[in-house]
Antibody, heavy 121, light 108 residues
Framework: EVQLLGSGGGLVHPGGSLRLSCAAS????????MNWVRQAPGKGLEWVSA????????YYADSVKGRFAISRDNSKNTLYLQMNSLRAEDTAVYSC??????????????WGQGTLVTVSS | SYVLTQPPSVSVAPGQTARITCGGN??????VHWYQQKPGQAPVLVLY???DRPSGIPERFSGSNSGNTATLTITRVEAGDEADYYC???????????FGTGTKVTVL
């Protein structure tokens, strides 16, 4: 059974940093692309970033490019999102989502439950 | 940037058919995927590549994609289909994944 367990969320001041983690199990982690998707309270889904199975191809949404960094440790079956220069508009539930294949271009076939990030003074 | 537009809400009586549209410039040239999200839950993939169903998704869910509109159709709607639905594509011009604005389906 595929399981994606996000952690690392919390309350942070504007301009601060936070690192999210997503522990994966139930599949061969290195064979699949992974993504971060966020959802602000009461709002729709917003794709944040994608990384290929090997980690050599990465994409970012314009809203986070230059501030967030996605990475993965295939030896630990863990996905990360380093978030810097956080803004109030980054407040959302952040979820990791598994891609259907190693390519970061494909759809999401499994989602984790998410971790809440609140940016506020 | 590429924009996908969905109606904010669709209401349907049990047993009837719900159609949820997803509008985008020449969306017919892209592969469209659909997700269902119930309150407090993670999204679930219900259709991929315009009209293919993952295992476990009922045949009542079907899709089409042509021109500037993709459509998710739910036949014989049940109370359990009440949820938010999102379309999604990969926009090759920007190397971005894009979600639609989302549609809340209410079963009357």
């Amino acid at each position: 059974e595929v399981q994606l367990l996000g952690s690392g969320g919390g309350l942070v001041h504007p301009g601060g940093s936070l690192r999210l983690s997503c522990a994966a199990s139930g599949f061969t982690f290195s064979s699949y692309a992974m993504n971060w998707v966020r959802q602000a309270p009461g709002k729709g889904l917003e794709w944040v970033s994608a990384i290929s199975g090997s980690g050599d191809t990465i994409y970012y949404a314009d809203s986070v490019k230059g501030r967030f960094a996605i990475s993965r440790d295939n030896s630990k079956n863990t996905l990360y999102l380093q978030m810097n220069s956080l803004r109030a508009e980054d407040t959302a539930v952040y979820s990791c989502a598994k891609g259907y294949s190693t390519s970061p271009l494909v759809y999401f076939d499994y989602w984790g439950q998410g971790t809440l990030v609140t940016v506020s003074s | 940037s590429y924009v996908l537009t969905q109606p904010p809400s669709v209401s349907v009586a049990p047993g009837q058919t719900a159609r949820i549209t997803c509008g985008g410039n020449n969306i017919g040239s892209k592969s469209v995927h659909w997700y269902q999200q119930k309150p407090g839950q993670a999204p679930v993939l219900v259709l991929y590549d315009d009209s293919d169903r993952p295992s476990g998704i009922p045949e009542r869910f079907s899709g089409s994609n042509s021109g500037n509109t993709a459509t998710l159709t739910i036949t014989r709607v049940e109370a359990g289909d009440e949820a938010d639905y999102y379309c999604q594509v990969w926009d090759i011009s920007s190397d971005h994944k894009v979600f639609g604005t989302g549609t809340k389906v209410t079963v009357l």
